[in-house]
């Protein structure tokens, strides 16, 4: 079973500059995830999806980042303008049922964003 | 905020050796889980133990959970190198979005 991918990998950028990240989920995971991960950090969630409806947003900057799920499937991220502080590991995560209290999560790789 | 917070920040130990992490934890969960993150690489999911339970076994992994305390610990035995890693713990937000909120983990080195 093909694992979550997301791309890029690594991305360098200029602050005020345009980012935008993909993630495609494990085939059939209903819900997705995007966390955002400070060096000496744990992931914090950005954004819950279920299918395509968005279950938790309320840790997302809205005024800068903003992401869809397009279909129920594969997912991208943005941040629009980018600031200094914005420079993370930005991971994705599935999970097979919808939102429960038994679910465990299968991250991808994460793309590391370094904001110059 | 983080719900989960472990301990110690950092473990060193010699390959063979068992490694406790500990987490606590504030609010009531419905769970709680184990993450492991090897360098520059996502979270790969270990454990999970429900609120009703005391004790798990995975391999070479064991986990507690006390609820009146609000507190886990994981226990590695006769670790190896390749144990070397982050360990985060992860507790449910008790709302209708079942979200994990991780800690800010431990990161184990075992020495060969």
């Known amino acids: 079973e093909a694992g979550v991918a997301q791309s890029p990998r690594y991305k360098i950028i200029e602050k005020r500059q345009s980012v935008a990240f993909w993630c495609n989920p494990i085939s059939g995971h209903a819900t997705l995830y995007w966390y955002q991960q400070i060096l000496g950090q744990g992931p914090k969630l950005l954004i819950q999806f279920q299918n395509n409806g968005v279950v938790d947003d309320s840790q997302l900057p809205k005024d800068r980042f903003s992401a869809e799920r397009l279909k129920g499937v594969d997912s991208t991220l943005k941040i629009q303008p980018a600031k200094l502080e914005d420079s993370a590991v930005y991971l994705c995560?599935?999970?097979?049922?919808?939102?429960?209290?038994?679910?465990?999560?299968?991250f991808g790789p994460g793309t590391r964003l370094t904001v110059l | 905020s983080q719900q989960g917070e472990e301990d110690p920040q950092a473990l060193s130990i010699q390959e063979g050796e068992n490694a406790t992490m500990n987490c606590s934890y504030k609010t009531s969960i419905n769970n709680l889980q184990w993450y492991r993150q090897n360098s520059g690489r996502g979270l790969v999911h270990l454990i999970l133990i429900r609120s009703n339970e005391r004790e798990k076994h995975s391999g070479r992994l064991r986990v507690t959970l006390d609820t009146s305390k609000k507190s886990s610990s994981l226990l590695i035995t006769a670790s190896r190198a390749a144990d070397t890693a982050s360990y985060f713990c992860a507790t449910d937000a008790r709302d209708s979005s079942y979200k994990l909120i991780f800690g800010s983990g431990t990161r184990l080195l075992v020495r060969p």
């Open positions: 995560a599935s999970s097979p049922r919808l939102a429960g209290i038994y679910n465990e999560q299968f």
